[in-house]
């Protein structure tokens, strides 16, 4: 028995090569320089001094090894074919920046996969595994690195205008001599290194040749054709080759299917395209989500595959999740993200031979192995129990899901003490054309929100793309769409499967086969059934040739019919089996399928044969939580086979398998996820035979358990799922039930967006919860209703009226929760009414209510949302207070992580704080936008990032700005703000911009909101303006008188009146600074500074004329100048200072005019306005 070193557990098997506990290798640790054994712990190797992984270095100088060892390693020698033909007619410069490319490649696949470079030779390159330490999978790793640079040598040649160039490789394990401590060139010596050489000049270009070593200890991933015997230099005798043909399974053989595997052809270019996005992933650290659309049957899954072969064998780790979507039951939500995240921590929580823990058990110990903060744990874990279907009697926020998803992946990433960037994850979604909205908008949220490298490979039907037109738009989503072979593409798969295969066979299959890969293997497949087709020393031929019947290898016309009429050669055991299967869906338990085929004498001998066959085999992914269970190799063979059943024996199926789930609903409080499954088998019963008397029983268990599936969707933040559901059990549910599900259809459309018909549901159900006297749920349909209203048609008297009606039913101050409750409902929800049609008296009142009843209430969100509120209505008329509530709703949603809450805390502080301390603003804008993006949130990243962008160009970082609105959200949520802020500093350029209305319609829906409508005059003044029209001022006097009418928030109210007032200010129209003076009267303030600072200016510009004494003009000059220095704003700081200096310079004051007419000119070079640069430059002259 062993010892682990790293773990210390004792008892570990003779045999054994890894620790059974923490997976550490068993084998003896040797020293990284000599290789020689080394004690348990060791820090410095005991033979030669070296100092070892994680040894502290001290100021004893250790002598480098000198002399020699022998070990086995792997050697590879590549040469490039045809590089010298092909490069005698380039550029000498050209031919050197191609070889430079090569050689950059080779160093990246030999590092990728652990290798040590040995050296180039001309174009040729030389690398050894097995230094400085011997690993078991040494020679595995030589050979996917020789594939691997084969294909990135050929994709290299097509990149630069070379596609005959190629590389051919040789590999050979052996004992070499070991040059102990150096690196790079002269590391080993001996026949190994002649030979690898030798085998690279025999092997055919684009190949990977290797000796039989090579081949023993890799053949359980790589499939291999047999070479022959070669003659070699220096070699007695011939040496048997091998010619690596494909890599049949992951790292160490994982996975291996020894079944019937066709070849990948025609799909070279789309693997490329698949390992360069995960790459382009990999080195940015940002996600990136690549989808793989294509017919069925036409290579998807086997795409997926073949890249997962390819990451297995990387020397870095690569972590690979999994999940596949159900085609059974509508709208699981997030079922294949629980898949890939429950085969996550089911690998954290154990080992294989741990005994079955509890599925909460596996959560808590998936987490304690990857996420080292207490408190992070405690966050994470009911959120992750939600998708995980287990019960946790809490209720979250979409947005508060998504985060804690996506901080779990970035937990799997990290390794244990290490604060560098994580692992690179990868999730692959299998059948995504039966993606729920739930995951769609997760994957979304992903690539927006995750701060690491993490790749979504997506395989899907085209369908996917049809109904998700938006995924495409994506600026971190690529497609590649699978394209049917041609026809020489699959004479050539064929040929692979079948040797001998006659040319008119060949060519009719190929014909029938419509480019679709599957089919070929069904035809196979069929023909091994028949015995026509057999197994010969590791190749399929044909039975007898000379005895060949044409008529019997004739396929069916389709793919369908194909798999049908194999389905009819079936035994009866085996048929009755995959019939009842077909029920069950693409993977199905051992427990499932007993308990359909009680009258199989023999199950288990009926499923071997159907293993044989190939319709059947165990999933041996130890990732994927379907590990062990029986699936169809193909899934096209299950809708065939479930296609074929009677409606009887369909519904009997379906009854036996909603029983058994709903039994095991019942005893688990983690199968909650079986609720939509369970519902489905009902009313795929009810639908096979929809006459039979028992039609009444079976509809209420299928409307039962759609509820449940809508509170599990609810749950999981997916309310289009939750509203598929209610919608299916309304049409089903008795009438007395009909009203609890239309409201709680109401609330789900509501949530996903879908106001038209959330208004209709939540009217109907508001006048029956009315009708029958229950406040609070009538309470929560009067919300549903308001809010979608205000969202929708904008009827704003409707929805207050609906919400004030609830209010009268209800006591001022109740006692009871509920009724509680549905008060703070009612009166947030007027809150909301007053600030989406800009009432700022009744958001006032509505607020200090929401804030008394939240008191009351005690739950933090509300608390914070009620303060927020309240800031916002009284930011004009009492500051001080706005700023100390936002202050304090801040650092409440911070400690409750409430992040909704926290971002809109943070963005409205930020635009209060934007016109009286615009560094302290930029910093609280800046948190903002990360909280939402973690979220995931766009439009209020949206509104974040545009403040910002306003804030930005106050404090002259024009360029950071222009970055900001350009981002295509902004265009989408605030085209008129994004519009404005552009102008603002196009027009300061001398830029050509675009006109107002080919951004903005004048009838456009967004025109309705009165704020939005000043803003939209503000816009049209600013293209006057730029354009030099007499009208600009006019039209900015306007723009602030209708956002005065609009009774909008302050915040809203400022940068309006500032761009305005500087347009009269540029046109130097004195009656309209005049108006725009007595909009902002000191005794209707209090005023923020920049306010303050751009009157005291206009203040100067009126004196000028000697209504006012000089002293009066300086005296407002230089209180503007001290206010907007205050304030932060280094643009009106530059604007100030040019008014000023050009007055002094008037004054006779030349000297100090000058200055301030510099630092103004300063500023204005920094930012590129040159209008306003000759504006000063023409003011300066005027003066003579």
Not at 36 to 46: A, H, I, Q, T, V
Not at 419 to 443: H, K, M, N, R, W
Not at 1093 to 1111: M, N, P, T, Y
Request: proline fraction near 4%; charge should be negative; aromatic fraction near 6%.
């Amino acid at each position: 028995m062993k010892d682990c070193g790293s773990c210390g557990t004792t008892g570990q098997p003779d045999a054994a090569s890894f620790c059974f506990v923490c997976g550490s290798t068993l084998a003896a640790a040797a020293c990284i320089s000599c290789g020689s054994e080394l004690p348990p712990g060791g820090k410095f190797c005991p033979t030669c001094g070296a100092a070892q992984d994680g040894a502290i270095a001290t100021a004893v100088e250790v002598p480098q090894p000198k002399g020699s060892a022998r070990k086995i390693t792997s050697v590879l020698f590549g040469d490039l074919v045809g590089f010298t033909t092909l490069s005698e007619n380039r550029d000498p410069e050209e031919v050197r920046e191609m070889l430079t490319a090569y050689f950059d490649e080779c160093r990246s696949v030999v590092g990728q996969y652990g290798g040590e470079l040995e050296k180039f030779i001309g174009d040729a390159v030389m690398a050894v595994w097995g230094l400085p330490i011997t690993r078991e999978d040494d020679a595995e790793r030589a050979v996917r690195a020789g594939l691997e640079l084969v294909e990135r040598v050929t994709a290299l040649g097509e990149r630069i205008g070379m596609p005959g160039l190629t590389l051919r490789v040789g590999i050979t394990t052996a004992e070499v001599a070991v040059t102990l401590g150096a690196t790079g060139q002269g590391m080993v010596a001996g026949d190994a290194v002649n030979t690898a050489a030798r085998i690279q000049s025999t092997a055919t270009p684009g190949e990977v040749w290797v000796d039989d070593t090579t081949r023993t200890f890799t053949s359980s991933s790589f499939a291999f054709d047999d070479a022959g015997a070669h003659a070699l230099k220096g070699k007695a005798e011939p040496v048997p080759l091998w010619a690596v043909r494909a890599v049949i399974a992951g790292a160490g053989g994982d996975r291996r299917d020894d079944g019937l595997e066709a070849p990948l052809i025609g799909r070279d270019r789309e693997l490329r395209l698949v390992k360069a996005v995960f790459h382009g992933v990999e080195e940015s650290l940002r996600p990136g989500l690549l989808v793989v659309d294509g017919e069925a049957g036409v290579g998807k899954t086997r795409l997926g595959w073949e890249f997962e072969k390819y990451v297995d064998g990387f020397d870095a780790g690569v972590l690979w999740h999994r999940g596949r979507c159900l085609s059974y039951g509508d709208g699981i939500a997030y079922y294949a993200l629980a898949e890939a995240v429950r085969g996550r921590l089911t690998i954290l929580a154990g080992p294989d031979d741990a005994p079955d823990l509890d599925s909460r058990d596996v959560l808590q110990r998936g987490l304690d192995a990857c996420v080292p903060d207490a408190s992070e744990r405690d966050w994470l874990a009911p959120r992750l129990a939600a998708l995980l279907g287990q019960e946790t009697g809490a209720s979250f926020t979409r947005e508060d899901l998504f985060v804690a998803w996506t901080t779990f992946f970035k937990y799997v990433g990290l390794r244990e003490g290490v604060t560098s960037p994580p692992e690179p994850v990868v999730l692959v979604i299998d059948d995504a054309q039966y993606a729920d909205e739930g995951l769609l908008d997760f994957l979304e949220h992903l690539l927006s929100a995750a701060d690491y490298a993490v790749f979504v490979l997506v395989l899907a039907r085209p369908e996917l793309l049809a109904d998700h037109h938006a995924l495409t738009g994506n600026r971190r989503v690529t497609v590649v769409h699978l394209e049917p072979l041609s026809a020489g593409e699959m004479s050539s798969l064929l040929d692979d499967l079948v040797g001998g295969l006659p040319g008119p066979i060949r060519d009719q299959l190929v014909s029938r086969a419509a480019g679709v890969p599957l089919y070929a293997l069904e035809t196979v497949r069929s023909l091994i059934d028949q015995g026509l087709v057999v197994s010969r020393d590791g190749q399929h031929l044909l039975s007898d040739s000379s005895t060949l019947d044409l008529d019997a290898l004739a396929a069916p016309t389709t793919l369908q019919a194909l798999i049908a009429a194999r389905l009819d050669t079936l035994p009866t055991a085996e048929r009755r089996v995959v019939d009842r299967a077909s029920v069950l869906g693409l993977v199905f338990t051992d427990e499932g399928i007993a308990a359909l085929c009680s009258d199989v004498d023999d199950l288990d001998q009926a499923l071997t044969g159907l293993f044989r066959r190939e319709v059947l085999r165990r999933e041996t992914d130890r990732l994927s939580t379907d590990y062990g269970n029986f699936r169809f190799v193909q899934g096209a063979v299950r809708q065939v086979a479930y296609g074929m059943l009677s409606r009887r024996d369909r519904k009997a199926a379906h009854l036996t398998v909603a029983r058994t789930l709903g039994a095991e609903l019942e005893s688990r409080s983690d199968a909650y996820e079986l609720a939509p499954i369970i519902a489905q088998h009902y009313l795929d019963a009810l639908d096979a035979v929809p006459g039979d008397p028992d039609v009444p029983e079976l509809t209420r268990a299928a409307s039962e358990h759609l509820e449940l599936a809508a509170d599990r969707a609810a749950a999981l933040g997916a309310p289009r799922e939750a509203a598929g559901h209610l919608r299916r059990a309304l049409a089903r549910c008795e009438p007395d039930h009909r009203l609890a599900v239309l409201g709680r259809l109401a609330h789900q459309l509501r949530i996903a967006g879908d106001h038209a018909e959330a208004i209709e549901h939540a009217a109907e159900a508001l006048e029956g919860f009315d009708a029958s006297g229950e406040i609070v749920d009538a309470a929560s349909a009067a919300e549903d209703l308001a809010l979608a209203l205000c969202y929708s048609d904008g009827d704003i008297a409707r929805a207050e009226k609906a919400v004030r009606d609830q209010l009268s039913r209800l006591p001022q101050t109740p006692d009871d929760p509920a009724l509680l409750g549905a008060r703070v409902t009612l009166v947030r929800t007027l809150t909301s009414v007053a600030m989406r049609s800009g009432d700022a008296t009744g958001l006032e009142e509505s607020s200090l209510e929401f804030m008394r009843l939240a008191e009351l209430a005690g739950d933090p969100r509300w608390i914070a949302d009620s303060w927020t509120s309240y800031a916002i209505s009284c930011a004009g008329a009492l500051p001080r207070l706005s700023a100390v509530l936002l202050e304090r709703a801040i650092e409440l949603t911070r400690e409750h992580r409430a992040l909704r809450e926290h971002s809109l805390a943070l963005l409205n502080s930020a635009a209060m704080e934007s016109y009286n301390d615009l560094p302290l603003a930029i910093e609280r804008c800046r948190e903002a936008i990360r909280t939402a993006h973690e979220m995931g949130d766009n439009y209020v990243v949206a509104f974040g990032e545009l403040n910002l962008a306003q804030m930005l160009l106050l404090t002259g970082e024009w360029d950071e700005a222009a970055g900001l609105l350009t981002h295509e959200d902004l265009l989408a949520y605030v085209p008129i703000g994004v519009d404005v802020s552009t102008r603002l500093s196009a027009s300061a350029r001398n830029e050509v911009l675009h006109a107002v209305a080919e951004t903005i319609s004048e009838d456009s829906e967004i025109l309705d909101d009165p704020s939005w409508r000043a803003e939209y005059e503000l816009d049209l003044a600013l293209e006057d303006d730029a354009a030099g029209r007499p009208e600009a001022p006019a039209r900015a006097l306007d723009s602030v008188r209708r956002m005065q009418e609009a009774t909008a928030p302050a915040a809203d109210f400022w940068p309006i009146w500032l761009l305005a007032s500087e347009i009269a200010r540029g046109h130097l129209d004195r009656g309209t600074i005049q108006q725009m003076l007595s909009a902002v009267e000191p005794s209707s303030g209090p005023w923020p500074a920049g306010v303050r600072a751009q009157r005291s200016r206009l203040q100067g510009v009126l004196g000028e004329d000697g209504s006012i004494d000089a002293e009066a003009v300086e005296a407002a000059y230089r209180d503007a100048l001290a206010t907007a220095q205050a304030w932060g704003s280094t643009l009106h700081e530059a604007h100030v200072r040019a008014d000023l200096g050009v007055w002094l310079h008037r004054q006779g004051r030349v000297p100090e005019g000058s200055e301030l007419v510099a630092s103004a000119r300063a500023f204005y070079e920094r930012v590129g306005a040159l209008r306003w640069l000759e504006l000063l430059d023409r003011r300066i002259a005027a003066i003579g």
